[in-house]
Nanobody, 119 residues
Framework: QVQLEESGGGLVQPGGSLRLSCAAS????????VGWFRQTPGKEREWVAT???????KYADAVKGRFTISRDNAKNTVYLQMNSLKSEDTAVYYC?????????????WGQGTQVTVSS
């Protein structure tokens, strides 16, 4: 049984911070490339950030300098630290764990956690 569970979302004022967690069971998350994505109604799902290996990270331009993705392998968890939040960051945030085996995608999605940035 493979499960990813996002948590840490909520309501925050502009300029505030949240830390999202993606906790895995049934897989060893450290061997997966893990990405955070977000989606709002009427908009395409948007890639936010990715961590591969120990600490190889990439970020979408919209969040660069404000968000940080990291791993805690002992907890089998990946985090997304979100600082200087803006109203346009409001979305449901999802994590995805992806392992390529002989070029074939093996990935898993969590259920999502709502982030609302509003004054």
């Amino acid at each position: 049984q493979v499960q990813l569970e996002e948590s840490g979302g909520g309501l925050v004022q502009p300029g505030g911070s949240l830390r999202l967690s993606c906790a895995a069971s049934g897989i060893i998350l450290s061997v997966y490339t893990v990405g955070w994505f977000r989606q709002t109604p009427g908009k395409e799902r948007e890639w936010v950030a990715t961590v591969a290996g120990e600490a190889t990270t990439k970020y979408a331009d919209a969040v660069k300098g404000r968000f940080t993705i990291s791993r805690d392998n002992a907890k089998n968890t990946v985090y997304l630290q979100m600082n200087s939040l803006k109203s346009e960051d409001t979305a449901v945030y999802y994590c995805n764990a992806d392992l390529r085996i002989l070029g074939v995608r093996n990935d898993h999605w969590g259920q999502g956690t709502q982030v609302t940035v509003s004054s």
